[in-house]
């Protein structure tokens, strides 16, 4: 069994599985619920001054079969008063002292404000402090959240404030509703984080009803952005993580949160650059014991590469993850057909035919019969065939030997150059 | 042609110019694609410069190899 704990910033947990800061961490009765199902930590729903909600408040995106595909939500932050939250916060914490629970804070973007909810929210035994800069709807209205979080000079100064009285890790969660999350994570590591969440909901309209014409979800008739989250979001959030892993100014530690739906979207994370990991979507579509599967999926990955700590895996991935001026074109793929197994069902051929290079020719054999076939010296290894094949192995992308040199952009550009003349046209 | 066939024959002109001697004077790139300008050797006597369009993305990639090889 590998050791699952982790060390996010100071903030120790069992495992690296926490739950997001949203409805499953509600209350001490549900954050109880999951420390008893296996969750190693909790980022409470966020805390601030008590706000009213709506009805409806979720809708979510079903796709050919896969329920909840995306998620998307108008809820705002806990609608009960903070003494109430801080009494469940403070009994949790004693029944499981060696959890990790963190206090998601939103006020006003206001020293005093940040100053008053630290120290009160402290006082109850927190392990670390979450600062929420990234919920997109309603409370930006007001100022907070996602409108904080993606002004630089805003995410710097508010963090500098709470470090001002911080005694416990403070985590800077951003906003993905920005062009580039590394300048907000920047600045939150200029006003001192010790780590950065990411990514909080992107801004999102679920749907229209065709018949009603009203906005999914509607609340009497009237509708407004929302959050989206859940596994369709995962690559959008992805790509953030490994942008902040790279970057060399961000140099604290991540906490890699969206559409985390089961243990090998974890370790992609975590190889990508995050220290843990937090899960909301998927808890609230299966409950809380999915958990289960996530430990003994993660441990049994671990066990099976010989590796005996999860830290150890953290940001492995990272080097790898470069910029485009950087891939090597003379690399070279190309789709092969196992016609032993192809069905024939001749989606490649179209697919290629219609959208891409057009070099998946429809054969016969000697007997007639039809069979595909790739002119390997036309494709151009886009893999579109094998995304839309329907038959496991049916198409293999296949690593052509190159007689040429590795070349990047950057290195061919840098190579012609010398020869570049100034002419305005020809 | 196919753009593999066409990508073979402007590999062929590449190939062609430098097996005969001649040397890249200058590289242009716009909208319609790489020219490469050579030129025979200064010993061959009188110069001769031709111009070469490159058209296919493989040929515009193999040049620059070429380059780098010969570095």
């Known amino acids: 069994m590998a050791d699952l704990r982790i060390n996010l910033a100071g903030i120790k947990s069992p495992n690296p599985f926490w739950l997001a800061s949203a409805p499953p961490t509600n209350s001490g ?115 907070m959240g996602a409108a904080s979080g993606q002004v630089p000079e805003l995410v710097e100064k508010q963090t500098y ?94 906490s890699g949160i969206g559409g985390i739906s089961n243990w090998q979207d974890a370790v992609e994370f975590i190889l990508m650059g995050a220290t843990g990991v937090q899960v909301c979507t998927a808890a609230m579509h299966h409950g809380f014991s999915i958990v289960e599967d996530m430990i003994d999926g993660l441990n049994n990955y671990l066990d099976e590469k010989g590796i005996t700590s999860i830290m150890d895996i953290v940001g492995k991935a990272v080097p790898k993850y470069s910029d485009w001026g ?38 016969k054999n000697e007997k007639g019969e039809p069979y595909l076939k790739v002119r390997e010296e036309d494709c151009v290894g886009c893999n579109l065939c094998a995304i839309v094949c329907p038959v496991e192995g049916a198409i293999n992308m296949v690593e052509m030997k190159q007689p040429l040199p590795s070349m990047t952009w950057n290195e061919r550009q840098s190579s012609i150059a010398r020869f570049k003349m100034d002419k305005v046209a020809k | 042609m196919s753009e593999h066939m066409q990508y073979l024959e402007e590999k062929r002109k590449i190939d062609s110019y430098f097996d005969k001697g001649y040397q890249i004077v200058s590289i242009f790139e716009n909208l319609s694609g790489t020219f490469v300008d050579f030129v025979t050797s200064h010993d061959a006597g009188e110069r001769e410069i031709v111009e070469l369009q490159l058209l296919t993305a493989e040929a515009r990639k193999y040049i620059a190899s070429k380059l780098i090889v010969a570095n």
């Not at chain 1, 199902?37 to 796709?63: C, D, H, M, Q, Y």
């Not at chain 1, 990790?100 to 940040?114: C, D, G, R, T, Y």
């Not at chain 1, 793929?333 to 069902?345: L, P, W, Y």
């Open chain 1, 326 to 363: 950087d891939l090597d074109l003379n690399y070279k793929v190309v789709a092969r057909i196992n016609n032993d197994v192809c069905i024939n069902c001749n989606k490649c051929h179209i697919s290629c035919e219609d959208t891409s290079h057009q070099c998946i020719d429809m054969l």
């Open chain 1, 29 to 143: 009765y549900q954050v109880q619920r999951a420390f008893d199902a296996g969750w190693g930590g909790a980022v409470w729903k966020t805390l601030g001054e008590p706000i009213i909600n709506t009805t409806s408040r979720f809708a979510a995106l079903s796709f050919n079969g896969q329920r909840v595909a995306g998620f998307n939500n108008i809820e705002l932050i806990t609608d009960r008063p903070l003494e109430v939250n801080l009494k469940e916060i403070y009994e949790t914490k004693k029944r499981f002292p060696n959890h990790a629970i963190i206090a998601s804070l939103m006020v006003e973007p206001k020293q005093e404000k940040w100053h008053e909810i630290v120290k009160r929210v402290e006082e109850v035994g927190v392990d670390g402090l979450e600062l929420n800069f990234g919920c997109p709807h309603g409370m930006a209205e007001r100022g």
């Open chain 1, 161 to 254: 404030w709470v470090k001002e009285v911080a005694k416990t890790p403070v985590i800077v969660k951003l906003t993905p509703n920005i062009t580039d999350i590394t300048v907000t994570a920047e600045a939150a590591v200029q006003g001192g984080a010790d780590a950065v969440s990411m990514i909080n909901t992107i801004n999102s309209l679920m749907g229209v009803d065709l018949d009603t014409w009203n906005t999914i979800p509607h609340v009497a008739g009237k509708g407004a952005h929302g959050g989206y989250c859940g596994p369709a979001v995962k690559p959008i959030a992805l790509n953030m993580v490994g942008e902040c892993a790279r970057n060399p100014l961000i140099n604290v530690p991540i």
